[in-house]
């Protein structure tokens, strides 16, 4: 079987997109960078690819709120075409910007009003200040979620400053919940619950909440960066657990997220 073609969407201040295509291709996909002007004209078609990433970095300067100009282009202008996408069942993930980009347009949560209208928002900190840490996560294990399939805990890092889960729909958490959509909530180094006190939620996020996915579990938001950690030399204290003799992995905990999305289509 031929590889699969991963879009990553690029230009207009995202700023991941080496890490992402690095991260696609070491889960055995083709990457594809693709500016987001040459969708908007058509250069370069959705239905050609079969794995959508909305990446992380600064869309159009963060201006109106964090991913809400390309969130707004997109559903302008490719509403149809990422509808038709979205219908092939084909897999998308968003993260960081591209989590905040993908609510912003309705396609997230996906529950209550329906799709491509927005119900939820992504947020000013709490902290009121950028963040750039690393955080524990607890994984539903309940979930549909394709992209986390067989993982219990990851460890990765956040760097944003919108970054908080938000909606005032009473609706939409117990929904959330009840579909098993929230994927990933913040804790501590135990993973033994979520926690809502800062620094381990970096944010405020109601619930902890770090990461959801729609009903179907094939498309995914999350604001930590998995592409950030694809080898163990990644992770901050490296170097300590070598020096008390831990063997260190081959791979870094966020490779498993973009293997799970290869692997489905395979």
Request: charged share 20%.
């Amino acid at each position: 079987m031929a590889e699969p073609r991963a879009l990553i969407v690029t230009g207009d201040g995202l700023n991941c997109e080496e890490e992402t295509a690095f991260a696609f291709r070491l889960a055995g996909a083709e990457p594809c960078l693709v500016h987001i002007t040459d969708l908007l004209d058509g250069e370069k078609k959705l239905k050609s690819y079969q794995l959508l990433a909305f990446i992380g970095g600064f869309s159009n300067g963060d201006h109106l709120g964090a991913g809400r100009i390309q969130a707004g282009r997109f559903k302008h202008r490719l509403q149809d075409d990422l509808q038709g996408f979205i219908n092939d069942h084909k897999p998308i993930i968003g993260m960081c910007n591209g989590f905040q980009t993908l609510v912003k347009m309705g396609v997230l949560p996906g529950v209550g009003v329906g799709r491509f209208i927005q119900n939820c928002t992504i947020m000013g900190n709490d902290s009121g200040k950028f963040e750039d840490r690393w955080v524990y996560l607890r994984l539903n294990k309940d979930s549909p979620c394709i992209w986390t399939r067989d993982m219990a805990t990851i460890f990765l890092p956040v760097r944003h400053g919108e970054g908080k889960f938000f909606t005032d729909d009473p609706d939409i958490i117990p929904a959330l919940f009840a579909g098993g959509q929230v994927v990933a909530q913040y804790s501590d180094d135990s993973f033994s619950s979520p926690v809502m006190d800062y620094p381990l939620n970096p944010n405020g996020s109601l619930h902890g909440i770090a990461a959801i996915c729609d009903r179907s579990g094939l498309i995914f938001g999350l604001m930590p960066h998995p592409e950030a950690f694809l080898y163990p030399y990644n992770h901050p204290s490296w170097t300590r657990m070598v020096s008390s003799g831990h063997i260190l992995p081959e791979y870094g905990e966020g490779a498993a997220i973009f293997l799970n999305g290869v692997t489905y289509l395979k």
